[in-house]
């Protein structure tokens, strides 16, 4: 899912830097308003998490691989999808400079696909169907979350001229459908023990055991 520089072209990722500094601007925003020094270990904890499950990576074809994300969990277990785009926003800035993982130039596609997309999807996913279940729920927006992005990255690579239309849907589509089951069973697991053993650092719990 990581694009690397070279696989669109500087037009295309000026507009997604663009975006991107708008969404992680109100992202930093968001934490100065709601993080306190009960959030920032647990966030801190999430990024490691993030980063070494990133670090799995499934060769799809035409220069491209996948992984999971979590940016939609991050958004569910603080409540706000800025949580995930600051959170995969810093892993990403991480790992393009110091591991070459995902281009510097394309770092703004990758922050909108793997940040926005996923945390925002994830995020209203997971908040329409709570009254279902937290597990339902969390697996359902983890496994969106995964599957809309992917298919966001593979339009954008279309437009940059990289991969056919067809191709590029069927490889990054039907790869990331079954990457995101175990993204999606993750995550309701995490959201669950959560809910269950520590409710109090999930906001939509009011602190008690759903």
Known sequence: MHIPDGFIPTWESAIFWIISIIFVALAIKWAKNNMDEKSVPLFAVLGAGIFAIQAINVPIGMGTSGHMVGAAMASMIFDSPYAGILLLALVLLIQGLFFADGGILVMGANIFNMGVICAFVGYYAFKSLRNRGISIAAFVGGWLALFTSAIVCSLELTIAGTFPLVAGLS??????????????????????YIASARPDMLKWTGGKNE
């Open 171 to 192: 490889a990054m589509g039907l790869y990331h459908a079954i990457i995101g089951l175990i993204e999606g069973a993750i995550t309701a697991i995490v959201l669950g």
